[in-house]
């Protein structure tokens, strides 16, 4: 089985930052590879797919990248709405392995 | 647009079999290229996929969850549903159900909360 792991488990960060979150695949995934945003209470919301691209209606200042198997989501400023976690999920095997998740919280 | 939601009941005794369905209305689950997905999450927990059907009629499971979990479809109520059977409160979770284009989850329900407790 594929393991995602992310890192760090949690940032503390201003509005206005940059932050940056990885996630290193066990194997090979190509580029596939995703990016979730979760609010308490609420259902994840897809951010990115296949590595880098941006699903539709999620703002610029999300993106993502990859070298190899580790992968990292950026938010270039951050903004109130932003605090969250977030979850890294390979869609490479069938079993769709998600990564433990990063929580974004306000410095 | 398509929508999920959930629905099924809240509380389930040990031991005894967990129900949940998700009706899925403006897209049909049997056509198109999708996974129709259900993804559970332990409170203060991570995400797990539980498993999946294909539209062509494919199933996986969870390799941890694989001998008590069926997923069924019932296509006349463009619903498909889960079954875990012998359930203990280690399976006390927000259950979702999800749409998977092959990138990724881009549609999900709001998530039911399914509590194992006598």
């Known amino acids: 089985d594929i393991q995602m792991t992310q890192s760090p488990s949690s940032v503390s960060a201003s509005v206005g930052d940059r932050v940056t979150i990885t996630c290193r695949a066990s194997q090979g995934i190509s580029s596939w590879l995703a990016w979730y945003q979760q609010k308490p209470g609420k259902a994840p919301k897809l951010l990115i797919y296949a590595a880098s691209s941006l699903q539709s209606g999620v703002p610029s200042r999300f993106s993502g990248s990859e070298s190899g198997t580790d992968f990292t989501l950026t938010i270039s400023s951050l903004q109130p709405e932003d605090f969250a976690t977030y979850y890294c999920?390979?869609?490479?095997?069938?079993?769709?392995?998600f990564g433990q998740g990063t929580k974004v919280e306000i410095k | 647009q398509v929508q999920l939601q959930e629905s099924g009941p809240g509380l389930v005794k040990p031991s005894q079999t967990l129900s949940l369905t998700c009706t899925v209305s403006?897209?049909?689950?049997?056509?198109?290229?999708?996974?129709w997905s259900w993804i559970r999450q332990p409170a203060g927990k991570g995400l797990e996929l539980v498993g999946r059907?294909?539209?062509?009629?494919?199933?996986i499971y969870s390799p941890s969850l694989k001998s008590r979990v069926t997923i069924s479809v019932d296509t006349s109520k463009n619903q498909f549903s889960l079954k875990l059977t012998s359930v203990t409160a280690a399976d006390t979770a927000v259950y979702y159900c999800?749409?998977?284009?092959?990138?990724?989850?881009?549609?999900w329900g709001q998530g039911t909360l399914v509590t194992v407790s006598s």
């Open positions: 999920q390979e869609a490479y095997s069938s079993l769709r392995t």
């Open positions: 059907f294909y539209s062509s009629g494919s199933t």
């Open positions: 403006g897209d049909s689950i049997t056509s198109g290229s999708y996974y």
């Open positions: 999800a749409r998977d284009p092959g990138y990724g989850f881009d549609s």
